[in-house]
């Protein structure tokens, strides 16, 4: 059974810095490409940050929203994906999810509100 539960989420003030989570389990971690993506209320869920396999290097890609501020990373012993967000703004609000882009999975969200 895949699973992926995110955690880290919060309320943030501007200019501030929180760091996601993502556990996986129920598929060979190490193997598959992994992204971040984020819905605001209302809007579409856009994509914001992808890491590549082990065999690739661990190569990212960010979206120009914010690239220079957020950084995924992985642990393919923890079979985890992360990432740090930094200088955030109000317009990072959202349920930041964890997907698997070749199976389809995603996990459930975890909420960021960045807001003095």
């Known amino acids: 059974q895949v699973l992926l539960v995110e955690s880290g989420g919060g309320l943030v003030q501007p200019g501030g810095s929180l760091r996601l989570s993502c556990a996986a389990s129920?598929?060979?971690?190490?193997?598959?490409?992994m992204s971040w993506f984020r819905q605001a209320p209302g809007k579409q869920r856009e994509f914001v940050a992808t890491?590549?396999?082990?065999?690739?290097?661990?190569?990212?890609t960010y979206a120009d929203s914010v690239k220079g501020r957020f950084t995924i990373s992985r642990d393919n012993v923890k079979n985890t994906v992360d990432l740090q967000m930094n200088s955030l703004k109000a317009e990072d609000s959202a349920v930041y999810f964890c997907?698997?882009?070749?199976?389809?999975?995603w996990g459930q969200g975890t909420q960021v509100t960045v807001s003095s």
């Open positions: 997907h698997v882009p070749h199976y389809g999975y």
């Open positions: 129920g598929f060979t971690f190490r193997n598959q490409a």
């Open positions: 890491i590549s396999n082990i065999d690739t290097g661990g190569r990212t």
